[in-house]
């Protein structure tokens, strides 16, 4: 079902008072989890780990990445802490109050950012892979972008709005001066050339538009069906009873089969 809804289903099923997410490929360093903890006692809700340099990824990666948070935040009305990943430490009451956000489209790091409660930001050295290779190339990550825009912003609808407006504009200017022109000029309209481009142009900023609606009601299409975040096949726990602090994501009641860890 995907990185977000993985996420959520280890938020749901996780216990403890505070839950620490970070990724297996070593990246994220476990010996900061200490660290985390100490801001955590000192009330911060959510502990979010700020890379300050990226070792081992592209120049043209570690770029958009800094520019893309730095957009998000420009049309977003929450403020996202930029230049943070999943890496973070999160209270008991964080994990509730995310568990109360049912919505399918997830961008995760803007309901971590959403839920509003006091944070701490600690600063880190990212370090390079120890094993493996990432499954995030450009087009999916460029989807992530995207994902992460139209959930916590309808400032690509209001572009939209404008640019069709000037388009509208410029386009009646053009047409008042090619009839001024013939009229005063006396020359005849040649029409073709100029009525192509315009087509063309108007053409474009339509298809545009029609595409980012799309994208929103495609959303509200995705939710409206209610669909589950995620499906649990089997839940395995040591030294706990298996139905304890099964969290549920939709509200909607699931069978869920548990087989307890040896």
Excluded at 67 to 94: C, M, Q, W
Excluded at 135 to 154: E, P
Excluded at 215 to 243: F, L, N
Aim: net charge positive; aromatic share 10%; with cysteine.
């Amino acid at each position: 079902f995907g990185k977000e809804a993985a996420l959520t289903a280890g938020l749901a099923h996780a216990a403890g008072a505070a839950v620490v997410i970070m990724d297996a490929d070593l990246q994220d360093p476990p010996e900061l989890i200490p660290q985390m903890m100490q801001e955590w006692k000192k009330g911060a809700d959510v502990v979010c780990m700020r890379r300050r340099s990226r070792r081992g990824e592209s120049w043209f990666k570690r770029r958009s990445a800094h520019h893309f948070y730095r957009l998000l935040n420009a049309i977003s009305d929450v403020e996202i802490p930029p230049d943070t990943g999943d890496f973070r430490l999160l209270s008991r009451k964080a994990v509730y109050a995310l568990q109360q956000l049912n919505e399918r489209n997830r961008y995760m790091k803007g309901l971590f950012a959403w839920i509003g409660l006091p944070t701490a930001i600690i600063e880190y050295d990212r370090l390079p892979r120890v094993a493996g290779v990432t499954k995030w190339d450009y087009l999916s990550l460029f989807n992530l972008a995207f994902q992460g825009i139209t959930s916590f912003s309808v400032a690509p609808l209001r572009v939209a709005t404008a640019g069709g407006v000037i388009t509208a504009f410029l386009g009646l200017l053009f047409a008042l001066w090619i009839v001024a022109k013939a009229l005063v000029l006396g020359d005849p309209v040649q029409g073709y050339p100029s009525l192509i481009a315009m087509i063309t142009i108007l053409g474009g900023v339509q298809l545009l538009s029609i595409g980012l609606v799309g994208e929103y009601v495609g959303k509200t299409y995705s939710e409206t069906k209610q669909r589950p975040v995620y499906i649990v096949r089997d839940v395995m726990r040591h030294g706990r009873a298996a139905g304890e602090n099964a969290g549920r994501v939709d509200g909607i009641a699931e069978q869920e089969s548990y087989h307890a860890a040896a």
